[in-house]
């Protein structure tokens, strides 16, 4: 069994002002990164990112960025009790009709344990959670993580 997901979501906007959301830590950080962001998201930087419902902040390695196309990270799978590993996140932008923009998230690379199978759900509807929320923001200028987890 391979532990991967993809989760997708269309946002009301064109390609290159979603993709910015993403990269742009300051956008991110209004809908996401509830506990703030810090870097933007270039190929072969580190930045973190921090969330209220998680203590401290976590790096995130930016393996390949393609602009208004692709974004590919790695960070460190939250498998509780397992040996340090990273996993794989891809998010694809792909302009559709109406000006557009389908936003797809893959993640992958978990070890085929239960617990491994544990953290990619959890991580599975963080990132749906992700979509919704970046849809929210751009589409309505609503954070729907303001006040969520703390």
Same mark, same amino acid.
């Given at each position: 069994?391979?532990?991967?997901?993809? @989760?997708s979501g269309r946002i009301g906007k064109p390609v290159a002002e979603v993709f910015e959301a993403v990269v742009n830590p300051t956008e991110l950080s209004r809908y996401f990164t509830t506990g703030g962001a810090q870097g933007r998201l270039e190929t072969g930087t580190t930045v973190t990112w921090a969330?209220? =419902?998680y203590p401290g902040s976590f790096p995130v390695? @930016?393996?390949? $960025?393609? !602009?208004? !196309?692709r974004i590919v990270l790695r960070w +460190?799978?939250?498998e /509780? #009790?397992?040996?340090?590993? /990273?996993?794989? @996140?891809?998010?694809t932008f792909?302009? $559709?009709?109406? #000006? !557009?923009t389908l936003v797809s998230i893959t993640e992958e690379?978990? !070890?085929?344990?239960?617990?491994? /199978?544990? +953290?990619?759900?959890g991580n599975c509807g963080g990132?749906? /959670?992700?979509?919704?929320? &970046?849809? +929210?923001?751009? =589409?309505?200028? $609503?954070? &729907?993580r303001e006040g969520m987890f703390a």
């Open positions: 069994m391979t532990l991967k997901f993809t @989760v969330f209220a =419902d390695e @930016v393996a390949e $960025i393609e !602009r208004d !196309r +460190a799978a939250d /509780q #009790g397992a040996s340090a590993y /990273q996993t794989t @996140v891809t998010m792909e302009a $559709i009709e109406g #000006g !557009r690379g978990w !070890r085929e344990t239960e617990a491994g /199978q544990k +953290a990619s759900y990132w749906m /959670q992700m979509i919704c929320a &970046l849809k +929210a923001y751009k =589409d309505h200028g $609503i954070n &729907l």
